[in-house]
C-alpha cells in the first residue's frame, strides 16, 4: 500500500513538473514562433527540439544527482511529447538527447532505445493524424457520453484517430512497465507491481502528453483571436479609406470641370494639383502618418478650393505649434473635415468666408481644431452623428476603431456663427517615450 501511494505521489509531481515546463516554455516568443508552424525546416525542427529538450534533460540530470527528486525525470513522456509535436526526426534527435544523460553516468543502456523509440512513435502518431487541427484538439477525455462516442464511431472502429493515440500509449506503456520489470537497472522508470500501478502510469502517460498541448493550444487559440481582431480592424480601416476616396474624388474632378471652358490655363494648373493628390492617395498609407504630412495633404486640396471658390471667398490659417508636427495621427484625418466645413459651411453663405486649423499638444495628447465662420450646423444634425455626412462619420468611426475610449471627437456649432471640430488623440510616441523614462 505504501509503495502505491508513493508511486502515485511521484506521478502526480511529474504531473505538475510537465505542466510548469509547458508553461514555462510558451511564455517565450521564440519557442511559440517554432511550435506553431505547420511546416518546419530541418534547421526549425532542430531549434524547436532544443527548447523542448533542455528542460527535460535538466530533469534526468537532477534524478540522477538529487535521487530524492526522481519524478523530475520525465524522460519517456517527454520524448513521446516532442515526436507528437515536431515529427519522427525530432522524436528520434530529442529522445537521444533526453537519453544521453542517463546512458552516460549511470549507464542505462536500455533507456536510449526505449526513449528514442517513445520519440518515433509519437512521430508516427503525428503523421497518422487526419490534420494538424487533430494533433491540437487532443484530449485524454474522449467524450463525456461514451454511448455517443460508440455509436459515432461503429462504422469506423479501426479509423478512429484519437482512440488509436490511446491504443499505442497503452501499448508504450505496458513496454516500458515490462521493461522496466526485467531489467531495473538498465532503464528508470515508475515500478508497477499491480494492474491499478499500470493503470495509473498509463493515465499519467496519456496526461503529460496531453497537458502540454491544451496549454500551448489555449495560447495558440488567443494568438489566432488576436490576429483575426487584428485583420478586422484592418479591414475596417481599408473600407473607411475606400470609402473616403471616391467622395473625395467626385468632388475635387466636380472642382476641376467648373473651370475647364472658362480658364483651361488655372484647370491644368489644378489637374497637375489633382495629380499630385492621387499620387498619394493611390500610394500604399499606413494607418498613421505624421501631422505634418496630413496638413501638406491639406494643403493641396485648399489650393484646389480656393481656386474654385477665389481667394476672396475661401481663407485658410494655419496655427500649428511646430512642436506638434511630428505627432502621429490617423491618415486622411483632416480632409473629411476640411472638406464638410467647405461644402456644407461655406459654399451656402454668398460672402464666403475662413477656415482655421489649430494644433497643439496638452502632456501626452494632441488636440486639433477645425473651425470655419460658415452657416452653422442645425441641432437636430449636430446632435445626432448619423446626419453629419460621411465623411464626419467616416472621421468619427476611424477614431473610435483605432484609439477606443482614448480619443475624443466633438462638434461645436452656433447657426449663423461657424463650427468648430475639436479632436483630442493621444500621442503615441510621447507616452512611449513617458514610459520609457519610469522604466
Not at 130 to 156: G, H, K, M, T, Y
Not at 298 to 314: C, H
Not at 403 to 408: C, E, F, R
Amino acid at each position: 500500500m505504501n509503495s502505491q501511494r508513493l508511486l502515485l505521489i511521484g506521478l502526480l509531481i511529474q504531473l505538475g513538473v510537465m505542466a510548469s515546463i509547458a508553461s514555462v516554455l510558451v511564455r517565450s516568443v521564440a519557442f511559440k514562433r517554432y511550435l506553431y508552424r505547420d511546416d518546419r525546416t530541418l534547421r526549425e525542427q532542430f531549434v524547436l527540439v532544443l527548447f523542448l529538450t533542455f528542460p527535460l534533460a535538466a530533469g534526468v540530470l537532477i534524478r540522477i544527482l538529487v535521487p530524492s527528486f526522481s519524478p523530475a525525470d520525465l524522460s519517456l513522456q517527454g520524448a513521446l511529447l516532442i515526436g507528437f509535436i515536431a515529427g519522427e526526426f525530432a522524436g528520434i534527435l530529442g529522445g537521444a538527447i533526453i537519453a544521453a544523460p542517463a546512458l552516460l553516468w549511470m549507464h542505462e543502456w536500455l533507456s536510449l532505445p526505449l526513449i528514442v523509440g517513445a520519440g518515433l512513435i509519437g512521430g508516427v502518431l503525428r503523421h497518422a493524424a487526419p490534420n494538424q487541427e487533430e494533433v491540437w484538439a487532443f484530449s485524454p477525455f474522449i467524450d463525456l457520453e461514451l454511448w455517443r462516442w460508440l455509436r459515432n464511431r461503429l462504422d469506423r472502429p479501426f479509423r478512429d484517430w484519437q482512440a488509436l493515440v490511446f491504443a499505442v500509449v497503452l501499448l508504450l506503456t505496458l513496454v516500458q512497465v515490462e521493461v522496466i520489470h526485467l531489467f531495473p537497472h538498465l532503464v528508470y522508470g515508475p515500478r508497477a507491481h499491480h494492474g491499478w500501478d499500470v493503470v495509473a502510469v498509463f493515465a499519467m502517460n496519456i496526461l503529460s502528453l496531453a497537458i502540454p498541448i491544451k496549454i500551448w493550444n489555449n495560447t495558440r487559440i488567443e494568438m489566432k483571436l488576436e490576429e483575426q481582431r487584428r485583420r478586422l480592424v484592418q479591414a475596417r480601416l481599408d473600407a473607411l479609406t475606400s470609402q473616403i476616396n471616391p467622395h473625395f474624388l467626385f468632388n475635387t474632378l466636380n472642382s476641376v470641370a467648373s473651370l475647364v471652358r472658362f480658364d483651361p490655363d488655372t484647370a491644368r494648373l489644378l489637374i497637375v494639383k489633382l495629380s499630385n493628390i492621387l499620387r498619394r492617395l493611390l500610394k500604399k498609407h499606413e494607418n498613421y502618418v505624421p501631422l505634418r504630412e496630413e496638413l501638406a495633404f491639406i494643403d493641396d486640396y485648399l489650393d484646389i478650393e480656393v481656386v474654385r471658390f477665389g481667394p476672396e471667398k475661401l481663407r485658410v490659417e494655419k496655427v500649428v505649434d511646430p512642436q506638434v508636427l511630428d505627432a502621429m495621427v490617423p491618415s486622411m484625418l483632416l480632409q473629411p473635415i476640411v472638406e464638410n466645413s467647405i461644402r456644407h459651411g461655406l459654399s451656402p453663405k454668398i460672402d464666403g468666408g475662413r477656415i482655421i486649423v489649430r494644433g497643439r499638444r496638452e502632456g501626452d495628447r494632441v488636440l486639433i481644431d477645425i473651425e470655419d465662420d460658415g452657416v452653422g450646423i442645425a441641432p437636430e444634425r449636430r446632435d445626432d452623428p448619423t446626419h453629419q455626412g460621411i465623411g464626419m462619420a467616416n472621421v468619427r468611426e476611424r477614431l473610435r476603431v483605432l484609439y477606443g475610449d482614448m480619443a475624443s471627437f466633438e462638434v461645436s456649432s452656433e447657426i449663423g456663427e461657424g463650427t468648430c471640430i475639436h479632436i483630442e488623440i493621444p500621442d503615441l510616441h510621447a507616452a512611449e517615450a513617458s514610459s520609457s523614462r519610469l522604466i
